[in-house]
């Protein structure tokens, strides 16, 4: 093992234990208040509603949270934020509201902005260049994994119940045991204050600006409708918690083969392939498959759109960063983790809409909007535009899905 990998060990393991516990805590609290809110009588819009605050408490949190691990520190800032995310989840069982569970949900998006900026920016600081992208494909993978698991820990209770609220707040205050424990010390340098200039990102690249906008309309509402969706068609709570997980695990088995493959040609077509592929599929199950059909087969159809709009994100990333000069990669990467947070906002409070007015069908009609417009505007730019040659490109690397400490510059 090389040396400098040796030596960030011991932080890589705590980090990505602590981690992988918060999206563990994360995937579980998205999908359960999903199906609760359906119980409760909440509306589509409503529940939509609720999944657009996470990720508006990210959008704010991302930009807030870097001052103030600045001013205390990475370790205490985790530890604060981690007591406030445990105690919200709690929230939601005190007060069975749809106003005060979309307070609370922005407020838990706050936190858990912090919480990743915390472990993004100790990883990065901690690490070379030589294994940065190892090291954060790892971590971009482990929060694939643990997506997974949180979604299928759904039926070890009764949504209907406080039981799976309060295994949520024991996972987030658990995530503090392995950075309180840990003996390493985040580098100074670790929160980035790099300028983020959303002009200029679009002059350099307009494919990503509005690809990043798409991809979080797409993902935010799968995850924050997709459960009421399921649960509409007659799913039960495990077979909705299989029904969510096989879409994470979809993206989890397809991310690394088409991030090789866009290594290897225009990142745009692989993009348009993979936005056809998740248009077509939506629309093999609203018009082929029986609403008594088997679920496995639905299972077999959420997996395969999981695998082609889940690594996306990953792969416009990497189109930018091919685009940008070297210098930027940190400010270009703010500014797209902004812009999807903007789309994550949009989305499901649109879906929601459109589920209140047209039915559960409503969902999935804004999800092929969405990826039929980034397959034609990845076509239309492909003519603007020639590819770099593939020995100038950047090497594909997992990207999590997670805020960055930045701050916005004026155009």
């Keep these: 093992m090389p040396t400098s990998m040796r030596s960030v060990l011991p932080t890589l393991l705590a980090l990505l234990l602590g981690y992988a516990l918060i999206q563990i805590g ?24 609720v999944g657009s605050a996470f990720w508006a408490g990210i959008v704010i949190g991302s930009l807030w949270a870097g001052r103030v691990i600045t001013q205390v520190g990475h370790t205490r800032t985790f530890a604060a934020l981690a007591a406030v995310a445990a105690s919200t989840a709690l929230l939601h069982i005190l007060v069975v509201n749809p106003q005060v569970w979309i307070a609370a949900r922005a407020l838990t998006g706050f936190c858990f902005a912090g919480l990743f900026i915390v472990v993004e920016s100790w990883l990065n600081a901690s690490v070379t260049a030589q294994t940065r992208g190892q090291i954060l494909s790892l971590y971009g993978m482990t929060g694939l994994i643990a997506g997974i698991s949180g979604q299928m820990l759904l039926p070890t209770g009764d949504p209907g119940s406080f039981q799976l609220f309060c295994f949520v707040a024991i996972l987030i205050c658990l995530s503090l045991v392995p950075t309180a424990l840990s003996r390493a010390v985040a580098p100074a340098h670790a929160v980035s204050d790099t300028k983020i200039n959303i002009m200029q990102l679009y002059r350099q690249s307009p494919f990503g600006v509005v690809a990043a906008v798409l ?32 879409g994470t695990l979809g993206g989890f088995l397809t991310t690394w083969p088409l991030g090789w493959l866009s290594d290897r040609m225009d990142r745009r077509h692989v993009i348009i392939g993979t936005s056809g592929m998740a248009a077509a599929i939506l629309l093999v199950i609203i018009h082929f498959v029986p609403m008594d059909g088997p679920a496995w087969l639905v299972f077999i159809y959420v997996a395969i759109f999981g695998g082609s709009v889940i690594p996306t994100y990953s792969i416009v990333t990497a189109h930018v960063n091919d685009m940008v000069r070297p210098g930027e990669f940190v400010a270009a990467a703010g500014g797209l983790l902004i812009l999807q947070g903007a789309g994550s906002v949009i989305g499901p409070v649109i879906s929601g809409f459109a589920m209140t007015e047209f039915g559960r069908l409503g969902l999935l009609y804004i999800v092929i909007l969405a990826q039929a417009l980034m397959a034609i505007w990845g076509a239309y730019r492909s003519l603007q535009r020639a590819a770099p040659p593939t ?17 916005l510059e004026a155009p």
């Design 26 to 49: 994360n995937t579980l609290q998205g999908t359960l208040l999903s199906v609760r809110g359906n119980l409760e009588q909440f509306s589509p819009a409503q529940i939509g509603a």
């Design 215 to 246: 991809c979080g309309i797409t993902t935010s509402s799968f995850f924050a409708l997709g459960p009421l969706w399921a649960q509409e068609r007659g799913l039960n709570t495990a077979q909705i918690a299989i029904f969510m997980a096989c």
């Design 391 to 407: 020995e100038e490109k950047e090497n594909f690397v997992v990207e999590p899905t997670v805020p960055v400490g930045t701050r």
